[in-house]
T-cell receptor, first 112, second 118 residues
Framework: QKEVEQNSGPLSVPEGAIASLNCTYSDRGSQSFFWYRQYSGKSPELIMSIYSNGDKEDGRFTAQLNKASQYVSLLIRDSQPSDSATYLCAVNPSASNYQLIWGAGTKLIIKP | GAVVSQHPSRVICKSGTSVKIECRSLDFQATTMFWYRQFPKQSLMLMATSNEGSKATYEQGVEKDKFLINHASLTLSTLTVTSAHPEDSSFYIC??????????????FGEGSRLTVL
């Protein structure tokens, strides 16, 4: 059973601080890794994608991938109240299969 | 980025009626589309994988005769909830991926359809 695990939270972070979200996956052969943000009552939207080990930065967001440890994380710098949402980690275990394996999501609350 | 449009965004129907939800990829061809269901405060649950021109593949526990999926073209997939009951009330979300050379693994989501069955 291929699994993706996240801490459900809620994770409470003061405004302006760094929010750190973590995700582990079970399939060592996984190829692609994604972070989606979902506001309450809305559909998910892609925040970051990462395909190789190391860090990938996009504005205030940094995705980190460590395939040896089967671990992917998302850092949000200078957290804003508008970042309050549920963050979903998704993993594609195979380049030949378009289906993603989803984590349950971490609820992030940014306190003003 | 690729755009997926879903319609209607909200629908309220009486128990026993059928409801059709449309999912369109606006600026790309989507060989594969996915239909998800999400109950309040829960994560996404994959219902079925829809491939253009062939029968959908349903996840375990999802009734294929109740949730009819049609993917007749590379830009349109439909989900029909037949004989809807209050327990079918949920947030239904479609997603699509770019296939072939454009494939990156990313899923692009529609806006979602909130179904309320009275």
């Amino acid at each position: 059973q291929k699994e993706v695990e996240q801490n459900s939270g809620p994770l409470s972070v003061p405004e302006g601080a760094i929010a750190s979200l973590n995700c582990t996956y079970s399939d060592r052969g996984s190829q692609s890794f994604f972070w989606y943000r979902q506001y309450s009552g809305k559909s998910p939207e892609l925040i970051m994608s990462i395909y190789s080990n190391g860090d990938k930065e996009d504005g205030r967001f940094t995705a980190q991938l460590n395939k040896a440890s089967q671990y992917v994380s998302l850092l949000i710098r200078d957290s804003q109240p508008s970042d309050s949402a549920t963050y979903l980690c998704a993993v594609n275990p195979s380049a030949s299969n378009y289906q993603l394996i989803w984590g349950a999501g971490t609820k992030l609350i940014i306190k003003p | 980025g690729a755009v997926v449009s879903q319609h209607p965004s909200r629908v309220i129907c009486k128990s026993g009626t059928s409801v059709k939800i449309e999912c369109r990829s606006l600026d790309f061809q989507a060989t594969t589309m996915f239909w998800y269901r999400q109950f309040p405060k829960q994560s996404l649950m994959l219902m079925a994988t829809s491939n253009e021109g062939s029968k959908a593949t349903y996840e375990q526990g999802v009734e294929k005769d109740k949730f009819l999926i049609n993917h007749a073209s590379l830009t349109l997939s439909t989900l029909t909830v037949t004989s809807a009951h209050p327990e079918d009330s949920s947030f239904y979300i479609c997603s699509a991926t770019q296939s072939g050379n454009a494939y990156t693994g990313e899923l692009f989501f529609g806006e979602g359809s909130r179904l309320t069955v009275l």
